[in-house]
């Protein structure tokens, strides 16, 4: 029951994740409501890989890539240490 919670909560904030994403490409969602809430739910995760690696180019930004990692790999580890 546990582990299930764990799995539903990590998979709601990789869901927020791929909107954030896939809303800072379409710049007219970037003022939506909705998009300012996911904003601040997942800005202040991001904004830790951000400033570890800063966008390649000054462009391309890695820090979603990294989060979905370190993300994957912290259930992985909580969920094992569930078992």
């Not at 799995?7 to 809303?23: D, E, K, N, P, W």
């Not at 990294?66 to 259930?75: D, N, P, S, Y």
Request: hydrophobic share 50%; net charge positive.
């Amino acid at each position: 029951m546990i582990a299930q919670s764990i799995r539903l909560l990590f998979s709601c904030y990789t869901i927020f994740l791929i909107i954030r994403v896939a809303g800072s490409w379409i710049p007219q969602l970037r003022q939506h409501n909705f998009m300012r809430f996911i904003s601040y739910y997942t800005d202040p995760y991001l904004n830790i890989f951000k400033r570890i690696v800063p966008p390649i180019g000054g462009k391309i930004d890695v820090s979603p890539l990294i989060g979905f990692l370190i993300l994957q790999f912290l259930e992985k580890i909580i969920l094992n240490f569930l078992k």
